[in-house]
């Protein structure tokens, strides 16, 4: 899998690179989640350049679906990059974003030196 292991705030990461095939459906996740077999990381960290169409919208189903298999597997999502104008057109949206990073499985952050902040705290 194209990426790099490294660490951020402490934590061992694997950095998706924003070239590479769309996350458009469950079996996308099972791959990516697999392509970490054997490295040793807390987080992959997925560009949002890497969202399929209709991922940030929740009618779709895909982001559920998606995020849920992280979640099954307990790979920790950071999916990182602007997704400002989705999430204020989104009422949903929003509230699915606020409630991911309440936790501590699936973050959205901006960029990351925001992600390595948030690392860092935890």
Same mark, same amino acid.
């Given at each position: ?30 791959? @990516?989640?697999? *392509? #970490?077999? !054997? ?5 992959l %960290?997925?560009p949002?350049? +890497? $969202? ?5 919208? @929740?009618?779709? *189903? #895909?982001a !559920?679906?998606?995020?849920?298999k992280? %979640?099954?597997?307990?790979? +920790? $999502? ?18 699915? %974003? ?25």
């Amino acid at each position: 899998m194209d990426g790099e292991t490294t660490v951020l705030g402490g934590r061992a990461v694997f950095l998706c690179p924003a070239e590479g095939p769309p996350i458009a459906a469950e079996v996308d996740a099972v791959n @990516l989640i697999g *392509g #970490l077999w !054997g490295k040793e990381v807390d987080w992959l %960290v997925l560009p949002t350049a +890497r $969202l399929g169409e209709g991922f940030l919208r @929740l009618r779709t *189903g #895909l982001a !559920g679906a998606v995020i849920q298999k992280f %979640v099954t597997y307990r790979v +920790r $999502l950071a999916i990182v990059g602007d997704i400002s104008a989705a999430v204020a057109s989104s009422e949903a949206l929003r509230d699915f %974003v606020r409630e991911s990073n309440a936790g501590d499985r699936v973050w959205f952050v901006p960029d990351l030196p925001t992600l390595e902040a948030r690392l860092q705290a935890r």
